[in-house]
């Protein structure tokens, strides 16, 4: 692609998350827009294929480019002037008021999100959710790993409604889901609650069980809530004390 230019050599996957930012503020690259594959990404840039999967990963964590699985990546819907229209504390953290606002929003989202995907969801469709479930099961060392497992859950969750709307709604927002979570795992037993979350979410689904995934969507939400109110500006309100 013309738009690039060979990066230098310190800190090579900065460089490249740099360029891709850039690109998108620029409109050059818009939503949709399937990014090259890894090797023609690193023919590119002048840059090795490690480089390159180094800044998807973490592009991809931060909700801004999104991996199907056997279509490559592309750059995700995120409304990046809505995240930055939120307000910062000098310590660059979302305030808790907007985060509580954004869980609010996906409270009266999600719900019949996972109600139409009971209704709808093809057994392809569900095997890709448990997929997406299966990737952090065994491991909490990688926040960045579980951010990218449990928005691909999401996102796979809302295709499966088969109401493009919803889905580009919650593609939208996936940058914020990101976000969000940084508040939300901030120990090893949270990250277990959270999984449990999903899974009884999945289990619902694989029932067909409506009521179920609704209140199991609703119970994850309110479980993401109590976590975040327990916070103070990114650490928990009995560590600042």
């Known amino acids: 692609m013309p738009f690039f230019s060979e990066v230098e050599c310190q800190r090579v996957y900065e460089n490249i998350i740099f360029q891709i930012k850039e690109l998108i503020d620029e409109k050059k690259l818009k939503p949709g827009d399937r990014l090259p594959s890894e090797r023609k990404m690193a023919a590119y840039l002048g840059c ?127 940058n914020l889901i990101c976000r969000i979570r940084k508040w939300t795992l901030f120990s090893e037993k949270r990250q277990t609650e959270d999984l449990r979350e999903h899974e009884a979410i999945l289990n619902a689904l694989m029932k067909r069980n409506k009521a179920l995934s609704v209140e199991a969507v609703k119970n994850h939400l309110s479980a993401l809530r109590r976590s975040i109110l327990v916070y103070e500006g990114g650490m928990k309100k009995n560590e600042a004390k």
Do not use: W
């Open 48 to 174: 090795s294929r490690t480089s390159v999967r180094e800044a998807f990963r973490v592009l991809e964590a931060d909700g801004l480019v999104i991996s199907r699985q056997g279509g490559g990546r592309f750059i995700q819907n995120s409304d990046q002037e809505l995240v930055m229209s939120y307000h910062l504390n000098s310590a660059g953290i979302v305030e808790k008021n907007a985060v509580l606002q954004f869980i609010e929003a996906r409270e009266a989202l999600e719900p019949k999100v996972a109600e139409l995907a009971c209704a709808r969801a093809t057994e392809q469709e569900l095997a890709v959710i448990k997929q997406d479930l299966e990737n952090p099961a065994a491991d909490f060392e990688s926040a960045d790993k579980q951010k990218k497992a449990f928005l691909n859950f999401h996102l796979s969750l809302a295709r499966a409604s088969h109401n493009f709307i919803l889905v580009s709604m919650m593609e939208a927002n996936a």
